[in-house]
């Protein structure tokens, strides 16, 4: 199953950064004369209400969502390892007072949270990685400090303190690589789950704004037409799927064989 | 004196006291992060409000209505305080009064909400039970792989994928919209179908492998170990001990499913026009209307934190262990 | 055990939303003989001298009445006022009202309301202020005579005061208490009587109504953004009546049996506009280059799929008024060979448009691939319609894209959007010969002098690209095949007053 969804991951990935090349039309090449076409030869994915291809939009798609899953992601993983880190380490009033934060924002459902803060800035490409961004750091603070936890009483780690090694010493060499496995577990988790908010705001608007092709925004168009184009569904629905299945089994694999302990999920289940 | 005294020298209500205190900390984190909202945004949300309705006499009648002409600190504490009391302001948009909107669109929300879990626990639960007695053959990888593509489906294109399936295809059901249950009980169903289903099958596929991993803990504990070899029947012991013991942290698990869906509906309720809070939040983010999306924002985050602590307090009740951490 | 109890809990909880004090739905939509309709969106608010939302006009249109107003073919009849006179000099047009009309509340009307609603979008300057640009005043001569006078004869005064209920007579009473915009008072077929906020409003027949009481008990307007949902509630008989019709089903529509389809040209029409003001869409080659580079015809089968027609002026061929005109096509040397003229490279437009008219939206993306080969970098811009009407009244775009429903007179058509300093002309558009074209349409009597002089105008307005006029849309209504007495209407009202359900 790992090495299955991780070649379907090098795959997607190769056609996200190929994608400009492996696209046989224009992004926003329109032809209305042509549109709402089933696939044929010339359209393998079929045409949309303005006769763009779907399959070039679908590949392009590939590339937007995944450059901002992956920032996002890459925001949340910075912020929220550092806090959780820090958190777990310090201990005490800066512990409290950040898990406290995390708590508050762990007190809202994601996508609404998304949507407050895309409320707040406009919608764009810019506010959907920094809502993804923001809305997911909690988690990566909780696994670390958890992580961090769990190491920072280990008797290696107590003998360096007593023997009066540096604080940062002690990070590089003890605690970062114990955090690893279960972070990166958490990476790939939330790497799926920020392509499916991605594709949420999209399909509500409020995410990647036309004529920029998104899957979201693909499936928000086809349902005007469900009764004559059902390819327009399908396709960017189904490219959502595989993206973030595949992403969801490379996690689980990683965590059969980076977090056996599976700290990653009791570390989501407590509350403190 | 003595409440106090009855609280500290019981156990459980020691730690239900510090529960409640704790989500009490929480939700007034919401609330600043609710109130601050409004004020992050660039611009002047009254000014973007009115938009063509602008005059000066309405920006300034908004305005002070908003309370945005006073001090910051002062806005939080009437903000909250009015909160308290039920008032959460009125809409940018209609004038209507926050809390009126909100409890027009709960019930619809909390039907859907109902159905969903509903439907999901008819589907995980068997489906859950089956795999854990199963561990490691066919039926639990089925079961697993079934559970990581329910995961990974986005909502929406479910939803999508239904209507075109069963209403515009076939024409069995609605595409879309609402009808109240008690006015209309078989037109509700015939609503609350497609969309039940959408949140069910989602809900169904994390709850299943939750109740799977309840159903493996309980089957590797001591007393169904001795239960099997005092020589109870194999059947007997399954749904004596292992179910009945197993469906607390079910329970708990549909405890937080419920907290999620009630946040994450609002997709669904969107594609199938349903009108509830979640569509509710849609609209007033399409619109900016700040009080709204405030409004319904913290409702939704105190139900969140109220069932996460009903959660909890039933986890305690039935778990010694939980007490005493 | 727990197994029931949880069963138990969520039947509990079922039962709580079932029982839920939400009184969600209208007691009257069951009542015999009431008419559901369904439109697309949420009326702003209910006073209909300060609303410029086709929304709330579609449920006004039932509530009040103004003094004339256009029948099927767009000719102004009498309404509230019976008889009317104009002066021979033209300066003085006297009204009689009808006998026996009152208000919603019981109070009668009498030429002092007449006066007042007058008055009060005059002094107040309210939207359609500038329909009373030329009168100088507005007086009682007795208590069912109203006098108009103006300051130079005004051959469309008529459309001024009644082409659509902008201008209705409302009661004083209901203004001074502050009550209009959320509970009207009008003369019309239908009272208001209640609204639950963002789900619908609902309005009751008339008894009294001075052109006999409504067939129906009354009206239930029901908002219903999504046209699919619409729909289907139509074809499951939940509504009786909608104008939330997708374009692109009207072919199948046609062949459904248990759905009845409207379809008529309307007077509405659809436009770019360029932002004169900044650079540089004040060069008007630019300008043309744009309008030489649009593919109108693909705009108008992606956006209305083949229901409407295309136009390079705003008045529609059924209209009286309609001039022909073909300057344009799309021709892409053409476009070129202007631009060179001009220092325009690597140009990005910020082009504004609106979710609330999906047309806009598509329409968008199509420019996007029209002007690419001019270099011509299309930016969209998608807010919602009040943001929309924010952003183009203070000149924050490049182009935008938007429509004008209901216009009768070819002044309507044309002057507040392209006279230097019109209300409604956010494109600054400012062309000397034009603006005293349209000022001397206003006061010529002579029906075809002014029918030259307005032929001229509209050519100079197109030639100079004030706007670039896309289409005419239909007006696109389906409704149950147990309605009778409604028609659709060209300038978009809806009119239930004649409507019976069977």
Redesign the interface.
Known sequence: MTKVSAALLAVIGIVAITADWLAPYGVNDIDVAGALQPPSGSHLLGTDELGRDIATRVLVATQASLQIAVAAVAFAFVVGVTAGVVAGYLGGWTDAVLMRVVDVMFAFPVLLLALAIVAVLAPGTTTTILAIGIVYTPIFARVARASTLSVRVEPYVQVSRTLGTGRIHILGRHILPNIAGPVIVQTSLSLAFAILSEAALSFLGLGIQPPEPSWGRMLFDAQGFMHRAWWMSVFPGAAIFVTVLAFNLFGDGLRDVLDPKQRTVTAARKNQ | MTLVKTVLGHPVLRFLARRVLYSLVVLFGVLVLVFALVHLVPGDPVRIALGTRYTPEAYDALRSESGLDRPLVAQFFSYAGSAATGDLGVSFRNGDPVTLTLADRLPATLSLAAVGILIALVISLPAGIWAGLRRGRLADAIVRVCSQFGVSVPDFWMGILLIGLFASTLGWLPTSGYAPLAANPGGWLRHVILPGVTVGVVAAAIMTRYVRAAVLDVASMAYVRTAKSKGLPPRVVTLRHIVRNALVPVLTITGIQLATILGGVIVVEVVFAWPGLGRLVYQAVATRDYPVIQGAVLLIATMFLLINLAVDMLYAMVDPRIRLS | ???RA?AVG?VL??C?????P?R??DLGDEAAGNLVAAIAG?P??LDPQ?T?AYFSFEVLENVFDTLVEPDEDLEMRPALAESWEVSPDQLAWTFHLRNGVTFHDGSPLSAADVVYSFNRIINEKLSNAYKFSSVSSVTELGPDTVRITVTQPTPNLLTNIGGFKGMAIVSRKNVESGQIATHPIGTGPFMFAGA????SIRLKANPRYWGGAPAVSGVTFRF??????A???LQ?G?IDWTDSV?T??VD?LGGDESVRLGVTPSTDYWYLALNEARAPWGDVRVRQAIAYAI?R???V??TSYGTATANQLAIPTGSPWYTEYHRYRRDLDMAQSLLRATTLTDQTLDMLVT?DY?ET??T???L???L?PLGINVE???V????W??EQ?KGNFDMLMMGWLGNIDPDDFYYAQHHTGGKSNAQKFSNPEVDELLDAGRTEVNRDARKDIYAKAATIIADQVSYIYLYNPSVIQAWTTRLSGYQTRQDGAIRFRTARLN
């Open positions: 055990m727990r197994g949880v969520i909880a079922l709580l939303t079932a029982c839920s939400g969600r739905v949420e702003d608010q300060k410029t639950k906020s963002g789900d219903i953004s999504e046209p699919s949902t729909l289907s509630a499951a939940e997708p692109q089903r199948e593919d015809g693909a705009i089968q992606a979710s999906p939206v598509t968008a993306q199509i996007a691939d029209n690419k969209i811009r998608t919602d319609f009040a943001a009407l924010d009244n």
